[in-house]
């Protein structure tokens, strides 16, 4: 926050909120840094002249893809697949499901996976999360729909909202396999859709090798409501494992 340009940005995202909290500042200031390419590369600058011995290959937070995703973008991000958001949830979640399945196919397959490690250990919880949202933003501006990262639903942030118009809302929660799935898919992502008044969520699962038995759990939750006849989050899980070389993969 030294630097005035970035300051005067953010404060300028701030200016109607009376005591911005915690959250307010964390989204005023990725606003300010996500508004495009040229941005971005000023406010990575501004970090890399602030902290000391800022290394690209230990970049645990993955602004340096980021960085590459926002600037270049994939080439294969544009799809012929049409939306029709009139629809409302139903479609919103239809594109929901594509963009996730864009970013799994980059992950898994592609060599995505290597851009969520420091040498033997995942990066942050935020580093996948920053990634998706610049493959989701590409689809949501070729569909004018709104895509909000940590809106805040009344009791804390939901990782991403979609939404068009007022009532058509889809949520996606993004956790680490390290991280508490159980209570995330169980109570977090269901809180939040009730805060949100939305009955559609994602439940997505970055996999580094850890998850051992919670995926039977969560599973098993899900069951349980769609006996019940509830709608249950859909659950995602994406296998962001070191994996071989290409050339050495069977």
């Given at each position: 926050?030294?630097?005035?340009?970035?300051?005067?940005?953010?404060?300028?995202?701030?200016?109607?909120?009376?005591?911005?909290?915690?959250?307010?500042?964390?989204?005023?200031?990725?606003?300010?840094?996500?508004?495009?390419?040229?941005?971005?590369?000023?406010?990575?600058?501004?970090?890399?002249?602030?902290?000391?011995?800022?290394?690209?290959?230990?970049?645990?937070?993955?602004?340096?893809?980021?960085?590459?995703?926002?600037?270049?973008?994939?080439?294969?991000?544009?799809?012929?697949?049409?939306?029709?958001?009139?629809?409302?949830?139903?479609?919103?979640?239809?594109?929901?499901?594509?963009?996730?399945?864009?970013?799994?196919?980059?992950?898994?397959?592609?060599?995505?996976?290597?851009?969520?490690?420091?040498?033997?250990?995942?990066?942050?919880?935020?580093?996948?999360?920053?990634?998706?949202?610049?493959?989701?933003?590409?689809?949501?501006?070729?569909?004018?729909?709104?895509?909000?990262?940590?809106?805040?639903?009344?009791?804390?942030?939901?990782?991403?909202?979609?939404?068009?118009?007022?009532?058509?809302?889809?949520?996606?929660?993004?956790?680490?396999?390290?991280?508490?799935?159980?209570?995330?898919?169980?109570?977090?992502?269901?809180?939040?859709?009730?805060?949100?008044?939305?009955?559609?969520?994602?439940?997505?699962?970055?996999?580094?090798?850890?998850?051992?038995?919670?995926?039977?759990?969560?599973?098993?939750?899900?069951?349980?409501?769609?006996?019940?006849?509830?709608?249950?989050s859909e659950i995602v899980v994406i296998d962001a494992t070191r994996k071989a070389s290409a050339s050495k993969r069977?």
């Open positions: 926050m030294e630097n005035a340009r970035i300051r005067d940005r953010v404060n300028r995202f701030l200016g109607s909120i009376a005591k911005p909290t915690v959250a307010d500042r964390k989204h005023a200031l990725r606003t300010a840094a996500l508004g495009s390419p040229t941005d971005f590369d000023f406010f990575l600058a501004a970090v890399k002249e602030n902290v000391n011995n800022y290394d690209p290959n230990l970049d645990v937070l993955g602004y340096y893809r980021l960085k590459a995703i926002v600037a270049d973008g994939f080439p294969d991000l544009k799809q012929a697949t049409s939306y029709d958001l009139k629809l409302g949830s139903n479609e919103i979640m239809r594109l929901v499901r594509d963009t996730i399945a864009q970013f799994k196919r980059h992950v898994e397959p592609g060599n995505l996976w290597e851009e969520l490690w420091v040498g033997n250990k995942p990066k942050k919880e935020r580093a996948s999360q920053l990634i998706y949202y610049a493959i989701a933003d590409a689809f949501c501006k070729a569909n004018d729909l709104d895509i909000s990262p940590e809106a805040n639903m009344g009791g804390g942030p939901i990782d991403f909202k979609f939404s068009s118009g007022y009532k058509a809302r889809v949520l996606v929660e993004m956790k680490r396999s390290g991280g508490a799935v159980v209570h995330g898919y169980e109570k977090q992502l269901e809180f939040y859709k009730s805060a949100s008044q939305t009955e559609f969520g994602v439940f997505v699962i970055v996999n580094y090798g850890d998850l051992g038995k919670k995926l039977n759990e969560v599973m098993r939750i899900r069951d349980e409501r769609l006996k019940k006849g509830e709608r249950a069977k």
